[in-house]
């Protein structure tokens, strides 16, 4: 059962419109850290890139590992913005970018890049347009959320991503240092103590981009 949490309104639903892709918020500030429970666990994500995209954005797409990456879209755990600028404003100053807090059941999960299909949304009877939903198939990191945890994923950031050129590439690093304090802002019962990292400071993760063919 995946949970999803928008200014404190409870679930949030992903709806799909063709040509329209409708992606929730995950408001650190709604949520409650001294009360997660043992049937939950909280991911804290940084998401970017250099540039807003409007009509063709990139998301970070989060699943059960279990769950194949060819899943349509609207059945996964999480999708947060990296770069598509119809949801809210940017959360930083120096770059176009989200802070999210996605509260999961916990296990295990695969966070990958997802491009938007140029011109339509998949729908949920499995049509998609002329790019493909799954170039990044070959490139899930995978991590465990323990009950109780608050996890520190990173920062999924994407480079000259808008167009998708030869020269985008996405990567999920550590920036702790920035990220942590900005979460806590807000939220005064988050315990940076009690915050995990997903991996040592200061790593990152390349993923390994298919082209649009699936080559």
């Known amino acids: 059962m995946k949970r999803m949490i928008r200014f404190g309104l409870g679930v949030t ?5 063709p040509g329209c892709i409708s992606v929730p918020e995950y408001d650190a500030n709604s949520i409650d850290f001294a ?4 049937d939950a666990g909280v991911v804290l994500l940084s998401s970017g890139a250099d540039e807003s995209c409007f009509s063709n954005g990139s998301f970070a797409k989060i699943n059960e590992s279990s769950v194949p990456f060819k899943a349509l879209l609207g059945e996964q755990a999480a999708l947060v913005s990296i ?5 809210a404003a ?9 802070l999210s807090a996605i509260v999961l059941d916990p296990g295990e999960y695969a966070i990958t890049p997802w491009k938007a299909p140029k011109g339509a949304a998949a729908t949920s009877g499995g049509a998609t347009s002329s790019w493909s939903i799954d170039y990044f ?7 465990n959320l323990e009950p109780g945890q608050v996890l520190y994923l990173g920062e999924l950031y994407g480079v000259d991503v808008c167009n998708y050129t030869s020269n985008s590439s996405y990567i999920l690093r550590d920036r702790a240092e920035r990220d ?10 988050l315990d940076l103590e009690s915050v995990e990292l997903v991996k040592a400071p200061g790593w990152e993760y390349h993923y390994a981009l298919m082209t649009k063919e699936g080559a």
């Open 13 to 17: 639903v992903v709806s799909l419109i």
């Open 83 to 87: 770069d598509d600028s119809r949801g």
């Open 137 to 143: 198939a070959n490139a899930a990191f995978k991590f």
């Open 90 to 98: 940017s959360d930083f100053d120096t770059h176009y970018g989200h």
């Open 180 to 189: 942590l304090p900005l979460f806590a802002q807000g939220n005064p019962v």
């Open 35 to 38: 009360n997660i429970g043992d």
